[in-house]
C-alpha cells in the first residue's frame, strides 16, 4: 500500500512514518527556540517598568494581602478581599520563595507577563502554524500593553492561566496524541484562572469545553476536563475551609462582589486605551468574517477555528464590565490564536517578504513610538529609597510623602485613604483597618464605620490622596457612578479630618496627626 506525494512520488508507510516523525521534531525544535525568543524579549520589555509604580492602587492590594497572610492573619477574616484567595496564595508563596521586596514583586509580574507571551506564541503557531507570524502577535502585543501595568496583577494570573488552557486545547483538537493529556492540562488551568478572577476564569473554562462538548466523540476528554477543572478549585476551598473563613469567603466573594462591584465599574469600551489596543478584538473580527464568508461551510466544520473563536470571545466578554484600556490589554491575548489564524489563512498566498512586511507593519510599527515613550517616561523617573526597594513613584508628591512617613517611628500605626495600598507596601507600614480600597457605592456604610472605628483606636497617622475624595475625578475614573459624596462617605472623612489635624502636603497627598483627645464618638452617624 503506497501514500502519495504530489513532490516526490509515490512512498511507502513505513517512509511516511518517518517523514512525519522528522517533521515533528523540526517543528518542535522550532516551537522551543520560538518560545526561548518570546520569553527573553518579553523579560527585556518589561525590564524599564521594574520600578515603576504609575499608581498607588491595585497592585498593593495583592502585595499588603500577601504579607498580612505570610504574618499569620486570615484571608476574609482578618481582612477584606472580594476575590477569590488563588492570586493572594500565589504571590504569598512567592514572596516566601523570594522575600518580600518590590524586586521580587515586579520579577514576578515579569515571569507573569512573559509566561502569557509564550503561551500566546504557543496558542498562536498551533492554530496558524506560522512561526513568525505567531512571534511577531506574540511580542506586537507585549509591546501595546506594557508599562504602567507592567505589575502583579490578578489579571496578568488569570491571563497566564487562560492562555495555558487555549494552547493546551488547540493542541488536543489537532493531535489525537493528546486526547487526555490536553484537557486534563486545560482543565488545570482553567479552574486556576477561575480562582483568581471568577467572571474571566468562567469564561475561559467554558471556551475550553466547546472542544469536547461532542460526548459522542469526546467522552473521555470531556470527563477529564470536567474532573481537571475541579482540582484547584476544591484544593483552595479545602484552604479557605481549613482556615474557618468559608462564611465570610462567602460573603466577600459571592455577595459583597455581585451586589455592589458592576455597578460602579462600567466605562465605554477602550477609555484611556491606546488605540493598538482598542481595535484589537474588532480587527480579529473583521479578519475572521473575511475568513468564513466565503468558507462557510468548511468553517462550521473547522474545530481550531471554533476553539479560537470561543477564547476570542471569552477575551472580550471578559473585559466587561471595566472594558477600558487596561482590562482590554488584559484579555487580549486570548484573542491572539483567532487572529492569527485568520491572518494565515488571508495571507498564505502571499509571497514570502510580503508577509514579513504586513507582520512587521501591523504588530510593531505603529507601536513603537508608544512604547518608546512609556519606556522613556519611566526610565526618566526619579528614583527613591523605601523600605521595599528603590522605586520611581509616577504621582506627584508621593515620593515626598513616602519620605514624611519613613520620618515617623517605626511603631506608629498608619491609615492610608481612600485607595493606595501600594503606598503602605512601599512604606512597610501596615494599614490599621481590614479595608483597602474606599469608594463611594462601593463601600458599604457598616465598612466606613468598621473603618473610622479601627482608626480611632489605633492609627497615629492618616495618609489621604485628595484626588481620590474630588468628586470631579471621581467622575472621570467611574462614569456610571451615580453619587459622589452619599452620606456614608461625607461623616466618615468628617471624621478623619476631626479626629486627625492637617501636617503637611505634597501634590494631592496630605499628611495628618492624631488629635490627642479624640476618641470613637467621632464615629456617631456613619451608618444612620
Known sequence: MTNMSSSRGPVTDQAGSSNDLVARKAAGWNGLWGVLFVGLISVVLCAPFARYVGWLGDEGVLLQAAERMAQGSTIYVDFFEFLPPGGFVLTQGWFGIAGTSMLSARALATLTIA?????????????????????????????ISQGYWTQVSHHWFTTLFSMIAAWATLVSVEDSRHRLRGPLTAGIAAGAAIMVTPTRGALAMLAGATAVMNLRRYRAGFLAYVIACALIPISLIAYVIGRDAQTSAWDDVIVFTAKHYASVNPVPFGLWGNPYLTWIFPFAGLITLCVCVPNRRECLHDRVLRTCAAFGLAGFIGCFPRADGAHIGFAAPLVCPLLAYSLARVTWRWPAKFRYAAVAILCFVPAARWFWWKTYSALHAEIVATPRG????????????????????????????????????????????????????????????EACLDVMRSAGWVVIDRNWTDPKFLAGIFPAMRDFEPRETRRFEQALEAGFTFVARDGSFELRGRVPAVDESVCAGITG
Not at 121 to 133: F, P, V, W
Not at 430 to 443: A, E, H, I, L
Request: proline share 6%.
Open 115 to 143: 509566561g502569557i507571551a509564550c503561551f500566546t506564541y504557543l496558542a498562536c503557531r498551533q492554530a496558524s502554524k506560522r512561526t513568525l507570524l505567531s512571534v511577531g502577535i506574540a511580542l506586537g502585543w507585549m509591546v
Open 390 to 449: 528603590r522605586v520611581s513613584l509616577a504621582a506627584r508628591g508621593a515620593s515626598e510623602m513616602a519620605a514624611r512617613i519613613a520620618a515617623t517611628p517605626s511603631d506608629h500605626a498608619f491609615f492610608f485613604y481612600p485607595y493606595m495600598p501600594m503606598l503602605a507596601f512601599l512604606t512597610a507600614r501596615r494599614q490599621v483597618s481590614q479595608y483597602d480600597v474606599f469608594v463611594p457605592g462601593y463601600t458599604l456604610p457598616s465598612q466606613y464605620q
